[in-house]
């Protein structure tokens, strides 16, 4: 007798760490001002052969989450192709470091709900409308498109010419982790070390100062009876805008690694460290705990792909998706 596929309730294991930091969740202070209610280290796991862990107690905008991770996978670092797409969720951290060039304190624009909302509406058309524009302001640095793709090196240079106890450090040839990772799943998956990072250490002043330092920094894939998991490492968790997103992006990334290796999905396993919920999400998140989880859908990709860098939000089908109605919350910036 043929096993049907029943698809698994993804949203419990979500609900029960929401409900853990809501209950019980520390005090803390945080870079936002807004504080939050916090744990410290914990695990989820999804198995992807039983359903898509897109969230049914709240829909997410899955078009949001492929289009970034497109972004992503193609290198991109400038907002200008997201914004022409209309995926607003790296808008903030741009439109801050714009108002510190130009000699505005970000902090009187946050306290004016209605000066934010229009000065954050007319950067982004600006953003839209100005390529110069976008180039100049638009560019958040060395994020995950930068690192993952394009992570930079540097030599030690020896000459005669330089005073002793100085050291002139060179650009070296940069490391496409991405193209490296795909290459070990064809060719050596058995490797313990098929890992992507985007923390680096020598950028993350410079992040933390003009934008964001990565807050999903590391990735590691296992490759076991022909299926592949993907074990992701995140620092900084926003759990109630933040987090289903990383989900929803890191099963999908997993499902395009899967499809361009011609393996099978595995297991999507999400290690969360600082693990929040902003003082300002407390009554949407009331609201979500509300909820009953309903059974997960279903994703699937339409055609072949052979590139990861060819993928786009056509060749996805989104099967038997039925969520609660959205609940809208503020970005902490």
């Given at each position: ?74 290198g991109e670092t400038n907002i200008r192709p997201l914004v022409l797409k209309d995926v607003h969720i790296w808008n903030e951290w741009p439109f801050i470091a714009f108002l510190k060039r130009m000699k ?230």
């Amino acid at each position: 007798m043929r096993e049907e596929h029943i698809n698994a309730f993804h949203d419990v294991p979500y609900l029960n760490l929401a409900r853990e930091i809501y209950l019980k969740g520390t005090r803390k202070t945080d870079r936002t001002g807004i504080g939050t209610r916090a744990v410290f280290s914990r695990q989820m796991r999804f198995d992807l052969s039983r359903g898509f862990p897109l969230l049914t107690i709240k829909q997410t905008f899955l078009r949001g989450v492929l289009e970034e991770l497109f972004w992503i996978l193609r290198g991109e670092t400038n907002i200008r192709p997201l914004v022409l797409k209309d995926v607003h969720i790296w808008n903030e951290w741009p439109f801050i470091a714009f108002l510190k060039r130009m000699k505005i304190d970000p902090k009187k624009f946050m306290e004016d709900g209605e000066l934010w909302k229009n000065g954050l509406a007319e950067f982004v058309s600006r953003i839209k409308e100005d390529e110069q524009f976008a180039l100049e302001f638009g560019d958040l640095g060395p994020v995950y498109g930068s690192q993952w793709r394009n992570w930079q090196t540097f030599v030690e240079y020896e000459h005669p010419d330089i005073p002793d106890g100085q050291t002139l450090y060179l650009k070296g040839k940069p490391v496409d982790q991405i193209a490296e990772l795909i290459e070990q799943l064809r060719t050596n998956p058995d490797s313990r070390s098929i890992i992507v990072t985007a923390w680096n250490p020598s950028e993350y002043k410079w992040l933390r100062a003009n934008s964001l330092p990565p807050c999903h920094m590391m990735f590691q894939c296992d490759v076991s009876d022909g299926k592949l998991s993907l074990d992701l490492t995140q620092r900084s968790c926003d759990f109630f805008l933040g987090v289903p997103f990383n989900i929803a992006s890191y099963s999908a990334l997993l499902m395009m690694l899967a499809h361009i290796t011609g393996l099978e999905v595995g297991e999507f396993i999400w290690n969360g460290k600082n693990v929040h919920l902003y003082s300002n999400h407390m009554g949407a998140t009331r609201l979500m705990l509300s909820r009953d989880p309903r059974p997960s859908p279903d994703l699937h990709i339409t055609r072949t792909v052979k590139s990861i860098e060819d993928f786009k939000y056509e060749d996805f089908e989104l099967i038997n998706y039925n969520p609660h109605p959205k609940i809208p919350a503020p970005v902490a910036v």
